[in-house]
């Protein structure tokens, strides 16, 4: 078998209760696919029919590692979840995580697994080298994602060398922005892909592995790897670019790094009406961390650790140990969108939706929109069954999250149905104050300052979701001939960089690694590409075919979504809030609104799609994929 891969999948059908096992697509496949979300939406596409929907029993739900997953490349802990989109119908969702799960499942022998059906009653899935099992869940159904992990554990008999990727009871409940979360601080979100496993009733996936992945050439490879991770902690040279995001964040250093989004006025706070309050909002969580314990937390061979706990010793929530991610997504989320003003309560509710296995920024758009609403006197408090949605209150938030599990109450009449439904269920003004783009949740900042970002965000081909970065934000990508930052409210050059920026990312998300080992990293096209020649044995593989695998991707995002029925109206799905000016801060006044259809079109141009976004012939046929339009 070629280097890298383990050469198999496993095939799981829970409505017959069986598994097998499947060898990858032959070699020409794989290098052209490569593995993470370009094999996933390649088996996707070719076993699903258009008018399967995202829940339904015959839709697959994969879990992907890639041939650098669990080897000694940097941050090699990728596990890449494809599924249909639950929050855009006619979008495949592509969500990542990290942790441990990806490695101990490339260790076990597989590439990935593939699960269809729907078991009749809750099961989780152990998979202990060779040993496959589906087991009984009925006892872990209800749950939170903390308490599945540690008792699955704990039933196997292994608290160290076992991972567990599993669902909370936003899962079970199939809500909109359902998560997986595995190993405690990671988990994947976006498309909604916990509802999807919530609705096959697969509780959880335990691994645990003890074999090696091969390599074609092992002492190359580990050189070039090592050449990779000092690249993600170097200092730029002037005009060399920003630090990569890797070093930004490195040792949980979003907690050193955050006052940089609210000085950014990138924070969404308060639904994105009071972007001087998210500065404040961020300073305060800086200052609060700096007496608070913070551990970072590491995922496989990363030395990046951004994820963390965090012991606070302040305010009501003294004393409370949080287990965190690493984005600053995190600790904005539903927290700043309802405007909590305790630091402590704000990282003690994040820790709260990550439990219960909901990601913050469906949820915190859904509690945004309402919190506003009833602080404008819109939604009154009989609406809301007695609950006090002031800004702040983030007792009656858990609430909130409890009742959509439960489908009680306000939020599990109202709020349980998803972003635009219940922006319609409530009208009076909610349709134009509730953030999402074709029904997702964005990730959660305030990018009216960053319009590459929001660009990126809204032509996403996953749904809403961060695959186009730009260079307003964050980093610069030197790789790609950025070394600087770009003005973040002029239209000019933000297309160019969407698309040059999304066809990188998107070769990277095939990879197996984090993309935090990649983002703004010096040399990375060159280290990525040399590590999957080394591994694999494709010695002429380089950084022009990288980039063709990056845009095969981005194409192959937009074939699902024109075969499920996407039409151009849809590109322009884009919450109303969203193509606002801000009242304040360092974008007060500007609108990304007059400028973008022709943002859009300068992007279908550079990607060689047609006026519709639809890719042309021509395109497909260069990147080998003629024939599926
Ligand atoms: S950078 Fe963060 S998310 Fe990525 S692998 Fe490392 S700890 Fe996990």
């Given at each position: 078998m070629t280097g890298g891969y383990m050469g198999k999948l496993l095939r799981v059908d829970l409505t017959s209760q069986t598994w097998t096992t499947a060898p990858l697509p032959e070699e020409a496949v794989l290098r052209q696919y490569i593995g993470g979300i370009g094999l996933g939406m390649r088996i996707l596409l070719e076993e699903t029919s258009p008018s399967v929907k995202a829940t339904d029993p015959e839709a697959p739900l994969l879990l992907m590692t890639g041939p650098l997953s669990g080897t000694a490349a940097p941050s090699s802990a990728n596990l890449a979840v494809i599924s249909l989109n639950y929050d855009t119908p006619f979008a495949v969702a592509t969500g990542h995580s990290h942790g441990y799960w990806a490695a101990y499942l490339?260790?076990?022998?597989?590439?990935?697994?593939?699960?269809?059906?729907?078991?009749?009653?809750?099961v989780y899935l152990w998979v202990d080298d060779d040993r496959v099992e589906i087991r009984d869940a009925s006892h872990l159904w209800g749950q939170d994602t903390r308490e599945t992990?540690?008792?699955?554990?704990?039933?196997?008999?292994?608290?160290?060398?076992?991972?567990?990727?599993?669902?909370?009871?936003?899962?079970?409940?199939?809500?909109?922005?359902?998560?997986?979360k595995n190993d405690r601080n990671h988990g994947a979100a976006k498309g909604s892909v916990g509802a999807v496993m919530g609705s096959k009733r697969l509780k959880a996936v335990a691994v645990r592995g003890t074999g090696e992945v091969p390599l074609a050439e092992r002492s190359r490879f580990l050189e070039v790897c090592n050449r990779w991770q000092e690249a993600i902690m170097a200092d730029p040279a002037p005009g060399e670019g920003a630090p990569s995001v890797g070093?930004?964040?490195?040792?949980?250093?979003?907690?050193?790094?955050?006052?940089?989004?609210?000085?950014?006025?990138?924070?969404?706070?308060?639904?994105?009406?009071?972007?001087?309050?998210?500065?404040?909002?961020?300073?305060?969580?800086?200052?609060?961390?700096?007496?608070?314990?913070?551990?970072?937390k590491e995922s496989y061979n990363c030395t990046i650790k951004c994820a963390y706990d965090c012991r606070i010793t302040t305010g009501p929530f003294a004393g409370f140990t949080a287990s965190l991610c690493g984005g600053g997504e995190n600790i904005e989320g539903a927290a700043a969108m309802i405007g909590v003003e305790d630091p402590g309560a704000a990282v003690a509710l994040t820790d709260y939706f990550d439990a219960k296995g909901i990601d913050s920024s469906v949820a915190g758009s859904l509690l945004g929109m309402a919190y506003e609403l009833y602080n404008k006197g819109v939604l009154t408090r009989e609406e809301t069954d007695g609950l006090d949605l002031s800004w702040g209150n983030y007792e009656a938030a858990m609430t909130l999250l409890d009742q959509m599990c439960s489908g009680e109450g306000?939020?599990?009449?109202?709020?349980?149905?998803?972003?635009?439904?219940?922006?319609?269920?409530?009208?009076?003004?909610?349709?134009?104050?509730?953030?999402?783009?074709?029904?997702?949740?964005?990730?959660m900042h305030d990018w009216r300052p960053a319009w590459s970002v929001l660009l990126g965000q809204i032509v996403a081909g996953a749904g809403v979701c961060w695959q186009g970065p730009g260079v307003d934000a964050w980093t610069t990508e030197p790789d790609l001939g950025y070394t600087e930052f770009a003005p973040g409210t002029i239209p000019e050059?933000?297309?160019?960089?969407?698309?040059?920026?999304?066809?990188?990312?998107?070769?990277?998300?095939?990879?197996?690694?984090?993309?935090?080992a990649c983002w703004g990293v010096k040399g990375v096209l060159d280290y990525a590409s040399q590590a999957i020649a080394l591994a694999t044995g494709w010695t002429d593989f380089d950084r022009e075919e990288a980039l063709t695998?990056?845009?095969?991707?981005?194409?192959?995002?937009?074939?699902?979504?024109?075969?499920?029925?996407?039409?151009?109206?849809?590109e322009f799905d884009i919450s109303p809030r969203l193509l606002e000016a801000p009242a304040a801060g360092k974008a007060a006044g500007r609108s990304i609104q007059p400028y973008l259809e022709q943002m859009v079109k300068e992007y279908y141009r550079l990607m060689g799609w047609d006026e519709t976004g639809r890719p042309t012939a021509a395109t497909l046929e260069r990147l080998g994929l003629a024939g599926l339009l």
């Open positions: 490339k260790h076990a022998g597989y590439d990935g697994i593939v699960v269809t059906g729907r078991s009749e009653r809750p992990e540690r008792l699955i554990k704990r039933e196997l008999g292994d608290e160290e060398k076992i991972s567990v990727a599993c669902i909370g009871p936003a899962g079970e409940a199939m809500l909109h922005g359902a998560s997986i070093k930004l964040l490195s040792e949980a250093g979003i907690m050193r790094g955050y006052t940089y989004v609210g000085e950014s006025h990138m924070l969404a706070g308060k639904n994105l009406t009071d972007p001087l309050w998210g500065e404040r909002y961020a300073r305060r969580m800086v200052e609060a961390a700096q007496n608070w314990t913070i551990t970072p306000f939020g599990g009449r109202v709020l349980r149905r998803g972003l635009k439904e219940a922006a319609q269920l409530i009208g009076r003004g909610a349709e134009t104050c509730v953030l999402h783009i074709r029904g997702g949740g964005i990730n050059g933000k297309a160019e960089a969407v698309a040059k920026t999304q066809i990188k990312k998107l070769w990277e998300d095939t990879l197996g690694v984090c993309w935090f695998v990056g845009e095969r991707m981005v194409n192959l995002q937009r074939v699902i979504a024109v075969q499920r029925g996407f039409t151009p109206a849809d």
